[in-house]
């Protein structure tokens, strides 16, 4: 392993600058264009055995993993990221490639966006940690807080893929060195989705520029998350069986052959969304958001239910109560 210094140089040489940048890393501070005068700030942090395993990613996959992880939480406030910066904690006796083929896995996702690799910092430590922090900017902010009564409840991306990848591999359905369509098949898909979330990162400013009056991300669990709007808004959450058995139909060629490696019997479509929770495994970092009842929706937003005067912070399944079940790193 070469010192801090040279690996930060190497680093240097395959992280994007980003448009918006005015002074990029190797200062103590990094300097980014904000010409709205206000800026999007969010931070998430990717821990070794928490939220990957070094034998079930690639080095790249867990970049890109935990650029995808910020990224979305800036569009889920309406905006586009100018720049990330990332801390990380690398084992002693690491390996310098593999560390620098997480960070070209991280910045070309990060490259994709305009935004740019500004900074960060390097220590050592037990567990592998990347710990990112993302700036943005927006033209309209979207909160967690405005949804009312009568608007629609819309997703963009997928939900309930994630958690089928990561069951298999727990599972030990699938070998975690095997990689694309014509190795895996129907697992190809919940598995690349588990390693990197496919997130139409444009919807978030879409949904804005539409009206959209809440947003968020799916980390942890379409019901809790969905929980979390209706907290901040005052209201209550409707999901609609019949919409949600729509996607769950359109994931049945791949769905039917990874259900029967996850131990949950024979279910029908319906008892598949009550019983095994499938949009509440998490980590689909789909974006929910709310909108007027009046508008169009944008694509790629899918209307799934509706937002009501019920009980504040309830989500409901038709009229039964939808469980608000999720990831919560501290209840484990
Ligand atoms: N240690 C902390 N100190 C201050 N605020 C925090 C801390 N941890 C979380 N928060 C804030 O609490 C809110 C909810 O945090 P949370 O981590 O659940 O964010 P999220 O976007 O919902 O989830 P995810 O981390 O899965 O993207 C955020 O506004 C976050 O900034
Ligand atoms: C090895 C391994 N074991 C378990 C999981 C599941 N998992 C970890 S964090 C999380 C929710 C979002 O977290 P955060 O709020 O930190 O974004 C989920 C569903 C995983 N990804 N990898
Ligand atoms: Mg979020």
């Given at each position: 392993?070469?010192?801090?210094?040279?690996?930060?140089?190497?680093?240097r040489?395959?992280?994007?600058?980003?448009?918006?940048?005015?002074?990029?890393?190797?200062?103590?501070?990094?300097?980014?264009?904000?010409?709205?005068?206000?800026?999007?700030?969010?931070?998430?942090?990717?821990?070794?055995?928490?939220?990957?395993?070094?034998?079930?990613?690639?080095?790249?996959?867990?970049?890109?993993?935990?650029?995808?992880?910020?990224?979305?939480?800036?569009?889920?406030?309406?905006?586009?990221?100018?720049?990330?910066v990332?801390?990380?904690?690398?084992?002693?006796?690491?390996?310098?490639?593999?560390?620098?083929?997480?960070?070209?896995?991280?910045?070309?996702?990060?490259?994709?966006?305009?935004?740019?690799?500004?900074?960060?910092?390097?220590?050592?430590?037990?567990?592998?940690?990347?710990?990112?922090?993302?700036?943005?900017?927006?033209?309209?902010?979207?909160?967690?807080?405005?949804a009312?009564?009568?608007?629609?409840?819309?997703?963009?991306?997928?939900?309930?893929?994630?958690?089928?990848?990561?069951?298999?591999?727990?599972?030990?359905?699938?070998?975690?060195?095997?990689?694309?369509?014509?190795?895996?098949?129907?697992?190809?898909?919940?598995?690349?989705?588990?390693?990197?979330?496919?997130?139409?990162?444009?919807?978030?400013?879409i949904?804005?520029?539409?009206?959209?009056?809440?947003?968020?991300?799916?980390?942890?669990?379409?019901?809790?998350?969905?929980?979390?709007?209706?907290?901040?808004?005052?209201?209550?959450?409707?999901?609609?069986?019949?919409?949600?058995?729509?996607?769950?139909?359109?994931?049945q060629?791949?769905?039917?052959?990874?259900?029967?490696?996850?131990?949950?019997g024979?279910?029908?479509?319906?008892?598949?969304?009550?019983?095994?929770?499938?949009?509440?495994?998490?980590?689909?970092?789909?974006?929910?958001?709310t909108?007027?009842?009046?508008?169009?929706?944008?694509?790629?937003f899918?209307?799934?239910?509706?937002?009501?005067?019920?009980?504040?912070g309830?989500?409901?399944?038709?009229?039964?109560?939808?469980?608000?079940?999720?990831?919560?790193?501290?209840?484990?």
């Amino acid at each position: 392993m070469s010192s801090e210094a040279q690996l930060i140089a190497r680093m240097r040489e395959v992280l994007p600058e980003g448009v918006r940048t005015m002074l990029g890393s190797g200062d103590d501070c990094a300097l980014v264009a904000a010409p709205e005068g206000s800026f999007l700030v969010t931070t998430d942090a990717l821990v070794e055995g928490q939220h990957f395993r070094r034998d079930w990613f690639t080095p790249g996959e867990i970049g890109a993993r935990a650029a995808v992880q910020n990224l979305v939480d800036i569009a889920a406030c309406g905006g586009s990221a100018s720049g990330l910066v990332v801390a990380m904690v690398i084992p002693p006796g690491s390996d310098e490639d593999w560390i620098l083929e997480v960070v070209s896995g991280f910045g070309s996702e990060v490259a994709k966006t305009g935004a740019g690799v500004i900074g960060g910092d390097i220590t050592s430590g037990r567990d592998f940690t990347l710990a990112v922090t993302a700036f943005g900017y927006c033209d309209r902010l979207v909160t967690r807080a405005q949804a009312k009564p009568g608007d629609v409840i819309a997703y963009a991306g997928d939900i309930g893929v994630s958690g089928v990848g990561l069951a298999l591999l727990q599972n030990h359905v699938v070998n975690p060195a095997l990689r694309g369509a014509e190795a895996l098949g129907f697992y190809h898909y919940p598995l690349s989705f588990y390693r990197v979330p496919k997130v139409p990162l444009q919807a978030g400013p879409i949904a804005a520029n539409a009206g959209a009056t809440a947003m968020i991300d799916v980390s942890d669990g379409l019901g809790i998350d969905l929980s979390r709007i209706a907290k901040a808004s005052k209201v209550s959450m409707r999901l609609s069986r019949s919409l949600l058995k729509n996607i769950v139909d359109e994931h049945q060629p791949w769905l039917d052959v990874a259900l029967k490696h996850l131990d949950v019997g024979q279910l029908n479509t319906c008892e598949l969304v009550e019983k095994i929770g499938l949009f509440n495994r998490g980590e689909d970092h789909a974006l929910l958001a709310t909108f007027p009842s009046d508008i169009n929706v944008p694509p790629p937003f899918r209307i799934i239910g509706d937002v009501t005067g019920g009980e504040v912070g309830t989500v409901m399944l038709d009229d039964e109560p939808y469980p608000a079940g999720g990831w919560d790193h501290l209840q484990r």
